[in-house]
């Protein structure tokens, strides 16, 4: 069935370093896609978002790429800080998380 | 309020019974979806309700799983003769509408004994 993955289980970083999380999905009518980051018991927490017609959108420290002809999705995390230690899921919309990317920060 | 608020936090059940878990949303949040997420793995889509409209039920796992929604507001999902397998952290969240990034509740951690 369609599914949205990620590629890496465990990304450990230096402090400062940028951060690159990858992500990949087979629906290709896949309209919009978000980026989450979950600390540890806690509930996710919405980062970014993109939407199909777009390849690429910024926010505060994050830019997320959106590739639709290799249907693959990525999130960078510049100048890691500690406090981005985390676990980060990809989704398309509401309907499909994977397993997620436990980001470490090495200070 | 100012976040999505669930309750219980922590649920300790035993096996067999039935389990009620509240969510309440951002207030004019139309759209309010159901969340499990077992130890160590992803988030798994239960349930999404969006304004009046009839509730995607397509993620609910098996008949013992319901939910209900009034209006724009509390929702309730109810694990009926609980099992086991039904431990697992269940998340809320809301959004404007679909195709909107989504604020998450903390959780009702449930465990089943």
């Known amino acids: 069935g369609e599914s949205v993955g990620l590629h890496l289980p465990t990304l450990s970083v230096q402090e400062g370093d940028n951060s690159i999380i990858n992500c990949a999905y087979s629906?290709?009518?896949?309209?919009?896609f978000i980026w989450y980051k979950q600390e540890s018991g806690k509930g996710p927490q919405f980062i970014i978002d993109i939407r199909s017609n777009m390849d690429k959108r910024q926010g505060q420290r994050v830019t997320v790429l959106l590739n639709k002809t290799v249907k693959h999705l990525s999130l960078q995390i510049a100048a890691t800080q500690p406090g981005d230690s985390a676990v980060y899921f990809c989704a398309e919309d509401r309907l499909a998380f994977g397993k997620g990317n436990q980001v470490v920060v090495i200070p | 309020g100012a976040g999505v608020s669930q309750s219980p936090s922590n649920k300790v059940t035993e096996k067999g019974k039935d389990v009620e878990l509240r969510c309440d949303p951002i207030s004019g949040h139309t759209a309010l979806y159901w969340y499990r997420q077992r130890l160590g793995q992803g988030l798994e889509f239960l349930i999404y309700?969006?304004?009046?409209?009839?509730?995607?039920k397509s993620g609910l796992p098996s008949d013992r799983f319901s939910a209900e929604r009034t209006g724009e507001s509390v929702s309730t999902l109810t694990i009926q003769r609980t099992q086991q397998e039904d431990s697992a952290v269940y998340l809320c969240?809301?959004?404007?509408?679909?195709?909107?990034?989504?604020?998450f509740g903390s959780g009702t951690r449930l465990t089943v004994v």
């Open positions: 629906n290709s009518a896949s309209d919009y």
């Open positions: 309700f969006q304004g009046n409209s009839a509730p995607d």
């Open positions: 969240a809301s959004s404007l509408a679909l195709g909107n990034g989504y604020t």
